[in-house]
């Protein structure tokens, strides 16, 4: 089974930059697609990044040029590099991994960003 431990959420000012970390540990034989969602208040839960296990990458069009997701050569542990940042951008972040054997859909525990000045 396996844990998402999600880490570098914060209040940041408007242009400002965060880095989103979310590590996998467990048992599992290997992770597939990782990726971001956030969720925002009163909006709707978006998918924000991916990135598969040979670094194809996809992203939202409202963070496009903006954010990078990025993970170790491991594949284990999955980044959310996020620049430029906007207010509409205040949301929690959540971190989730396709599991093979099992197979599953883990989910991090959210992390706040809040982009205020």
């Known amino acids: 089974q396996v844990h998402l431990v999600e880490s570098g959420g914060g209040l940041v000012q408007p242009g400002g930059s965060l880095r989103l970390s979310c590590a996998a540990s467990g048992s599992f034989v290997s992770i597939g697609t990782m990726g971001w969602f956030r969720q925002a208040p009163e909006k709707p839960r978006e998918l924000v990044a991916t990135?598969?296990?040979?670094?194809?990458?996809n992203y939202a069009s409202s963070v496009k040029g903006r954010f990078i997701i990025s993970r170790d050569s491991g594949k284990n542990t999955v980044y959310l590099e996020m620049n430029s940042l906007k207010p509409e951008d205040t949301a929690v972040y959540y971190c989730?991994?396709?599991?093979?054997?099992?197979?599953?859909?883990?989910w991090g525990q959210g992390t706040q960003v809040s982009v205020s000045s």
């Open positions: 990135i598969t296990t040979v670094d194809t990458t």
């Open positions: 989730y991994a396709e599991v093979r054997v099992p197979n599953y859909t883990a």
